[in-house]
T-cell receptor, first 111, second 118 residues
Framework: GNSVTQMEGPVTLSEEAFLTINCTYTATGYPSLFWYVQYPGEGLQLLLKATKADDKGSNKGFEATYRKETTSFHLEKGSVQVSDSAVYFCAFPSGNTPLVFGKGTRLSVIA | GAVVSQHPSWVICKSGTSVKIECRSLDFQATTMFWYRQFPKQSLMLMATSNEGSKATYEQGVEKDKFLINHASLTLSTLTVTSAHPEDSSFYIC??????????????FGPGTRLTVL
C-alpha cells in the first residue's frame, strides 16, 4: 500500500550545521510530494513541494528533489538556525484521499 | 492565499459537555475538509473526511456518534466532540482542499485546536 518512511528523530544539530532528513515513499504512479513543518503548538504549514520527477522544491533555505528512480524526496538545508526547530513531515496525496504522512522527524537546533 | 482558520485555538471543558470546533477556508472554496487528531509527539491521525453537502466518511475506530462532523458550506466544517471525556483531550487539526488544485491534491492546514477535558 501507499506509505511514507522518514528517518526517525529526534535530530539534534548545532546552529549552522547541514541538515538532511530522509524520506522515501511507496506509491502507485508518481504523485506530488510535499514537506510540511509544524512549529511547537501550531498546525502544519507547507514548506515546499514538487509535482513531478526531477523537480526541486525550495523555500526558506530548504530544498528537496523529487527522485523517481529512488522514490525519495530528502529534505536538506545547508545551514540550520535555532528557529528551524520543529517537526517535519513528508507526505503525498493518494488519489482522491487525504495525504499519506510520514511519522514526522523532530529537529532541535541548539545555539 | 489559501488560509485555513480554526476556532477556538484552545478550549478547556468539563467532562460530559460538548465542544464544537470550527474550520474555515478564508479565501478559497474547499470541497473537501479533513479532520485529524494529534497526540503529543506523534504524527497526525486522520479521523474523517468531510465533503460539502454530504455525510462525513470516518476512519476505522473513530466513533461517528462521538465526533460529529458537519460540512454545510464550501468554507465551513465543524467538529463537535460530544460528551467529552479526559481521553478526548488532544490537538485537533483540520485541513482543506481547494478544488482548483485538485490535480495535485494539495491540502492547507488550520492552526489546530487544543482541547483539554477536565
Amino acid at each position: 500500500g501507499n506509505s511514507v518512511t522518514q528517518m526517525e528523530g529526534p535530530v539534534t544539530l548545532s546552529e549552522e550545521a547541514f541538515l538532511t532528513i530522509n524520506c522515501t515513499y511507496t506509491a502507485t504512479g508518481y504523485p506530488s510530494l510535499f514537506w510540511y513543518v509544524q512549529y511547537p503548538g501550531e498546525g502544519l504549514q507547507l514548506l515546499l513541494k514538487a509535482t513531478k520527477a526531477d523537480d526541486k522544491g525550495s523555500n526558506k533555505g530548504f530544498e528537496a528533489t523529487y527522485r523517481k528512480e529512488t522514490t525519495s524526496f530528502h529534505l536538506e538545508k545547508g545551514s540550520v538556525q535555532v528557529s528551524d526547530s520543529a517537526v517535519y513531515f513528508c507526505a503525498f496525496p493518494s488519489g482522491n484521499t487525504p495525504l499519506v504522512f510520514g511519522k514526522g522527524t523532530r529537529l532541535s537546533v541548539i545555539a | 492565499g489559501a488560509v485555513v482558520s480554526q476556532h477556538p485555538s484552545w478550549v478547556i471543558c468539563k467532562s460530559g459537555t460538548s465542544v464544537k470546533i470550527e474550520c474555515r477556508s478564508l479565501d478559497f472554496q474547499a470541497t473537501t475538509m479533513f479532520w485529524y487528531r494529534q497526540f503529543p509527539k506523534q504524527s497526525l491521525m486522520l479521523m474523517a473526511t468531510s465533503n460539502e453537502g454530504s455525510k462525513a466518511t470516518y476512519e476505522q475506530g473513530v466513533e461517528k456518534d462521538k465526533f460529529l462532523i458537519n460540512h454545510a458550506s464550501l468554507t465551513l466544517s465543524t467538529l463537535t466532540v460530544t460528551s467529552a471525556h479526559p481521553e478526548d483531550s488532544s490537538f485537533y487539526i483540520c485541513s482543506a482542499r481547494d478544488y482548483r488544485l485538485a490535480e495535485i491534491n494539495e491540502q492547507f492546514f488550520g492552526p489546530g485546536t487544543r482541547l483539554t477535558v477536565l
